[in-house]
Structure formats: C-alpha cells, structure tokens
Nanobody, 129 residues
Framework: VQLVESGGGLVQAGGSLRLSCAHSGFPFDDYAIAWFRQAPGKEREGVSC????????YFADSVKGRFTISSDNAKNTVHLQLNNLKPEDTAVYYCAVRDVAPYYYCSRYGLNSPEYGYWGQGTQVTVSS
C-alpha cells in the first residue's frame, strides 16, 4: 500500500498550491480519497473528498469556491488545487483512503475520519499574511 502526498510549501496569502496524492496497492479497486488537514492546537478537519469512479465530490464550507479536487485515474493520483489561500489554511494536509464499505463512497455532506483507515505522511502548507 502506498499513499504519498506532495506539493506543500510556503505561499503568500492569495496564492495557490497544488497538492498531489499518489495511491496504489490497496486491497480493493474502487475507493474514495479524501483530504484532511490539521493545524497546531486544532482538531483535524475534513477538507474534500472524491469518488474517482462516479465523480462525487465534497468540499468543506471553509474551502468551497477556493479548492478543487480531481482524479487522474490513469496515474492513480488525486490532486487538490488550493487557490486564494488564506493564513487560516495553514496546516498539515493528509490524504486518506476510505476502508469502510462502500469503499467508493464520498459523502456530499461531510467527512468522517474514522471511515478512512489509510493515511499518508502529510505535507505542510504554510500561508503567510
């Protein structure tokens, strides 16, 4: 099993970053992939998810209209495009794979982190004001 994030960095407010999550080797074929983030001293927040097979997507209210998510199924990679970044977006961003059936399910209403059993190592996003 491989789940590797990349693309984090330091950016000024209003800037953009593209995070990538390379995923492979899972014991099921069709699974939802989510992005979570955690800032120091704060609870983990579900940011976005995508079901690559049916295209269902979810965005937290805090990022709606600024972040987009896409899946390159040929390359087993999910991208999270972060636009118009704000200092409050500063956090470690993690991608995760759902391991609760139905594995492909990405709810339009929110993310429940216990339903995601595979996690990457995280990538730091820092937004300066």
């Amino acid at each position: 099993v491989q789940l590797v994030e990349s693309g984090g960095g330091l950016v000024q407010a209003g800037g953009s970053l593209r995070l990538s999550c390379a995923h492979s080797g899972f014991p099921f074929d069709d699974y939802a992939i989510a992005w979570f983030r955690q800032a120091p001293g704060k609870e983990r927040e579900g940011v976005s998810c995508i079901s690559p097979s049916d295209g269902t997507k979810y965005f937290a209210d805090s990022v709606k209209g600024r972040f987009t998510i896409s899946s390159d199924n040929a390359k087993n990679t999910v991208h999270l495009q972060l636009n118009n970044l704000k200092p409050e977006d500063t956090a470690v961003y993690y991608c995760a794979v759902r391991d609760v059936a139905p594995y492909y399910y990405c709810s339009r209403y929110g993310l429940n982190s216990p339903e995601y059993g595979y996690w990457g190592q995280g990538t730091q996003v820092t937004v300066s004001s």
